[in-house]
């Protein structure tokens, strides 16, 4: 098409959401030199655009979805979300002080306001979700109970005063499907349905035609041709309705208007819903308009026939002859009439435009307007056959332009088109609200017009308007390469990730080609001695760990068995991956702790996961939830709790007190005595100085009973020595079975490998709070429990002054101990014959031990009874702690 000649100025600035506007919501109209817009929140405002400044604005209830203006009497129709219409009277505005421009909107709260109360409310239903005028008549629709309702509604006449303002007169039910990710009732949440109204040119010329905007007049044989020749000869007007599933239909209007029942309201769904499907566009419809094709024709015809031209209808002469329906995703249906020589057929053609579309509007030509993200462009449905040939007048070749050639306004990111006409000027104005909140006006002009000689004034400005031009397109280009640079990292990104994902879940059996090896050390931090972990993640797949990725790290400390109310406590670490190249590795460390900081509670589970955020690629909008709900699905097993990012589970691991055991550097021989304990780091002379000054100003304090005296907590488990021999495999092995024994225990322990060079069967080591502990490993024999008998056994004793580090030690052993257990039973091996009568007495023992301990659990520990009182229920925990059982 040629080349549209446009000039742009800016009117206002309005204020916006964080995140600019969204299209579907707002809304432009204008009418003679006022201008009523709603941007998509709770303000509608009105604006003088011969004056340049704002008249009045109004603060609905709600967002607004919808607005709808009646001239006479001047009053706005509002929709607002979730609530209903309300009714303002224009009249009672009036300018605002301290506001001379548009700009002072740009706050938050803009003053001066003029609030719609709830008395304002005509229709008050919360399923509404379009509505639109027609003469007297307000039309509604409204989605409830899986269904589309049409509801239509009587205007006041000033000479009803006394009778209720708003009749329902009728309403009608259909349901051309579910809208597009809408569950249930209610109005959908993107996309709202398109109503507006067709009349034929009978009805135009009887003053009964659309005056409202978005509606137009159809000439003949169009009309007839779409709705259908009961429809023209009633000259009844067409309510068109686009839904967001993407189907157009028709409802008369006086189906609905013609004999209302005693009630005032008669339900015209209950027979044969006079509703019609027009077309399926299989995508949401976001406009629908008309066009007038064949301007020149129309002139020609207007030349020849100015006297009679005076006897015809107004609206006649300026019906359009092409109707146009637009989809969201930028699929764009014409219907138009083609005069053949037998009959007049309509003819039904498709377009492709580049979507997504966001709003469009039809000028009083043969150009429609739509907006989309990156520009405005202009299509021109005017098409004459190249062919003068009489006999290709019935070629098929039609009357609609094969495809549409769009041409660029260079104006970006308009979510609302209005399009007005200044008769008095002969321009076109074209009306955008942008994204950002900015109101403006684009003045279009016919090709024609720029063959006129032009003034060196004018030369100027169109000079001017070049140049403006210039720089405008330069800004969009910069914007569309900034986006396109953005897209192409995100999605470089996006298929990075989904790259590592794949390669680690499907290896979830086998080895992991990304894997987090966790081990607990002792290092020297800040002049102290402390527990570490070393968490090495390695990366054996083909591809690299970019930046985006963090490395988490959770330490889950289980509840203290010797505390009350204690509950599971757990930390979490976070180490981002600048880059991690296919082959390498890297090493980080954690402090667990000292013995001069509060204790350790062991055993604790370590979890590695790696962590991707998409709120990196899809933005921090509020799209980006809907966004990534279409990316993954709510059981996708990679997405994170939060539903915020990708998280990949590498490992899980415990580490106990066997690991975090410290021992001296050379361990002793097999024949030499125990060795001594490690000593902890050197006390603060400070603190010995200070305990040595408290013993030395009491000294005739008398010490409690028992205080200093305890023995030192113990416990002991007895393994069948066939069991071991079985998992650890050491019937062909020269090394005793109680060193083996020891070195598998202590396998995990980083400090404990000169274990292996020797025949260590008992060793001495410190806790991580500094506390001693010894085990000892040695070979007995179980006399009383098999008639067969003895039942050889390794013993495995425990020993601590501290009762809390020797039930750690106790908990660790018993872990791997259980671990073995189940290992070999899945082997099916059976147990020897055993001495029931015996075992049954070591129950009754046992049993008898457990009462004596909660018994003196029970009583208050006073004074001197009281120290007597822990000394011997110790007594009974040591000997509930030795059973004589072993594990077969």
Not at 429 to 456: H, I, N, Q
Request: with cysteine; hydrophobic share 35%; proline share 8%.
């Amino acid at each position: 098409m040629a080349h549209v000649c446009h000039r742009v100025d800016y009117l206002a600035g309005f204020c916006c959401p964080v995140g600019g506007l969204v299209a579907g919501k707002p809304r432009v109209l204008c009418h003679e030199n006022e201008i009523y817009l709603s941007n998509g929140t709770e303000f509608v405002y009105v604006y003088d655009q011969e004056g340049k400044v704002l008249k009045a604005v109004y603060r609905c209830p709600d967002q607004v979805w919808h607005v709808e203006l009646l001239p006479q009497p001047r009053q706005l129709y509002i929709l607002c979300a979730h609530s209903g219409i309300y009714c303002v009277a224009l009249e009672q505005q009036s300018r605002l002080p301290e506001q001379t421009d548009g700009d002072s909107q740009e706050s938050e709260h803009p003053s001066g306001v003029f609030p719609v109360d709830s008395d304002a409310c005509i229709f008050p239903d919360s399923s509404l979700c379009m509505f639109t005028l027609l003469n007297t008549f307000v039309i509604t629709l409204s989605q409830a109970h899986g269904k589309w309702w049409m509801k239509l509604h009587e205007l006041p006449r000033p000479e009803q005063e006394e009778s209720p303002p708003y009749r329902q007169v009728s309403e009608v039910g259909f349901c051309p499907g579910p809208p597009p990710a809408a569950q249930g009732d209610g109005p959908p949440s993107r996309f709202l349905p398109v109503l507006c109204c067709a009349s034929s040119p009978g009805t135009a010329g009887s003053g009964e035609g659309p005056w409202c905007s978005g509606g137009f007049v159809l000439e003949e044989p169009l009309f007839s041709l779409l709705f259908g020749i009961d429809a023209a000869m009633l000259e009844s007007p067409m309510i068109l309705c686009g839904f967001p599933d993407g189907q157009l239909c028709s409802v008369p209007l006086k189906a609905l208007s013609s004999s209302p029942a005693a009630d005032g309201c008669h339900d015209v769904s209950s027979r044969d819903p006079p509703v019609k499907i027009l077309h399926h566009l299989e995508e949401p419809i976001v406009f629908i308009g008309a066009l007038r094709t064949e301007r020149r024709a129309a002139e020609e015809e207007e030349e020849e026939e100015e006297e009679e031209a005076e006897d015809e209808p107004l609206f006649g002469a300026a019906g359009c002859d092409c109707v146009v329906a637009v989809g969201h995703y930028g699929k764009m249906v014409a219907v138009k009439a083609d005069q053949r020589q037998e009959a007049t057929v309509p003819e039904l053609r498709e377009y492709s435009l580049r979507g997504p579309i966001l709003c469009a509007a039809c000028g009083s030509g043969s150009r429609m307007y739509y907006s989309t993200h990156s520009d405005i462009s202009a299509v021109d449905l005017d098409w004459v056959g190249e062919s003068s040939d009489p006999e290709d007048a019935e070629s098929p070749a039609g009357v609609l332009p094969p495809v549409l050639s769009p041409a660029s306004l260079s104006i970006c990111s308009v979510v609302a088109l209005s399009l007005s006409s200044r008769a008095s000027e002969g321009e076109s104005e074209l009306l955008a609200l942008s994204a950002k909140g900015r109101l403006m006006t684009c003045d279009l002009c016919s090709p024609e017009d720029a063959d006129v000689e032009l003034t060196p004034a004018e030369i100027g400005r169109r000079i001017k308007e070049l140049l403006s031009g210039i720089g405008n397109t330069s800004e969009r280009v910069s914007f569309l390469k900034k986006a396109v640079d953005q897209k192409n990292r995100a999605l470089a990104s996006l298929n990075q990730v989904m790259n590592v994902s794949a390669a680690l879940l499907s290896s979830q059996e086998g080895q992991k080609p990304i894997a987090c090896t966790v081990t607990a050390n002792w290092s020297c931090l800040l002049l102290r001695d402390a527990v570490t972990i070393s968490c090495l993640l390695e990366n054996c797949s083909e591809y690299s760990l970019e930046q985006g990725w963090t490395l988490c790290v959770q330490l889950l400390a289980s509840p203290c068995a010797l505390e009350e109310e204690s509950a599971d406590s757990a930390t979490t670490f976070t180490f981002p991956i600048d880059q991690l190249l296919p082959g390498n590795k890297r090493e980080l460390t954690l402090p667990l702790g000292s013995a001069a900081d509060a204790k350790l509670d062991l055993p604790l589970t370590i979890s590695c996961a790696l962590y991707y955020s998409l709120r990196d690629i899809l933005g921090s909008g509020s799209d980006s939830s809907e966004a990534l709900d279409d990316l993954l699905p709510d059981d996708s097993p990679i997405l994170s709790p939060d539903r915020e990012g990708i998280c990949l589970p590498l490992s899980e691991c415990t580490i106990d007190m066997l690991q975090c055991l410290r021992f001296e550097s050379s361990p002793p021989g097999p024949d030499a005595s125990p060795p001594a304990a490690a000593l902890p780091a050197p006390p603060d002379p400070v603190e010995t100085f200070l305990k040595a000054s408290g013993e030395q100003t009491e000294p005739g304090e008398p010490k409690a009973a028992g205080e200093g005296s305890l023995p030192p907590s113990a416990a002991s488990i007895r393994v069948s020595s066939e069991l071991l021999k079985a998992a650890l495999k050491t019937s062909g092995s020269d090394v005793p079975l109680s060193c083996a024994t020891l070195r598998w225990l202590l396998a995990e322990n980083a400090g404990a490998e000169a274990l292996s060079s020797g025949e260590v069967a008992s060793v001495r080591g410190a806790a991580p709070d500094g506390g001693e502990v010894q085990l000892l490993v040695r070979e007995v024999a179980m006399n009383d429990l098999s008639p067969a008998g003895p039942i050889q056994a390794v013993e495995i004793f425990m020993e601590s002054p501290s009762l809390a580090d020797m039930c750690r030690m106790h908990h660790a052993v018993i872990r791997r101990i259980q671990a073995l257990v189940l290992e070999q039973a899945a082997q099916g091996s059976g147990p020897p014959d055993l001495r029931m009568q015996y075992l049954r007495q070591i129950q009754a023992n046992h049993e008898m031990l457990l009462k004596e301990a909660q018994s003196l659990r029970d009583r208050p520990p006073l004074g001197e009874e009281g120290a007597v009182t822990a000394e011997k229920l110790l007594h009974v925990y040591r000997q509930l702690r030795n059973p004589s059982l072993v594990l077969l």
